[in-house]
Nanobody, 119 residues
Framework: QVQVVESGGGLVRPGASLRLSCAAT????????LGWFRQAPGEQRELVAA???????KIADSVKGRFTVSRGDAKNTFYLQMNSLNSADSAVYYC?????????????WGPGTQVTVSS
């Protein structure tokens, strides 16, 4: 199995920054794609950013220029740097892990971390 854990959420003011971390651990599968999704109350879960081990990446138009995604030095770690946060960014952020290279579909999920942007 694959265990996925997110961290780094919190309550911040508009304009602030946060960095979310994701760590996926497994002794059976190769992790080839990691993705950040978010879900606000009453909304569908949406893809924010994703990376594959093959070098492909994707970032949502709504966060381009403000959010960046990167891999950590440790195996299967993944970061989402969020700058210039606004209230529309408030959501539960989930990290997904997959053994495929598909950036949109993930078999393994973390429990999520809450990000709240409010003055």
């Amino acid at each position: 199995q694959v265990q996925v854990v997110e961290s780094g959420g919190g309550l911040v003011r508009p304009g602030a920054s946060l960095r979310l971390s994701c760590a996926a651990t497994t002794d059976r599968f190769a992790i080839n794609a990691l993705g950040w999704f978010r879900q606000a109350p009453g909304e569908q879960r949406e893809l924010v950013a994703a990376l594959s081990s093959g070098g492909r990446s994707k970032i949502a138009d709504s966060v381009k220029g403000r959010f960046t995604v990167s891999r950590g030095d440790a195996k299967n770690t993944f970061y989402l740097q969020m700058n210039s946060l606004n209230s529309a960014d408030s959501a539960v952020y989930y990290c997904g892990a997959s053994s495929s290279y598909d950036l949109h579909n993930y078999a393994f999920w973390g429990p999520g971390t809450q990000v709240t942007v409010s003055s």
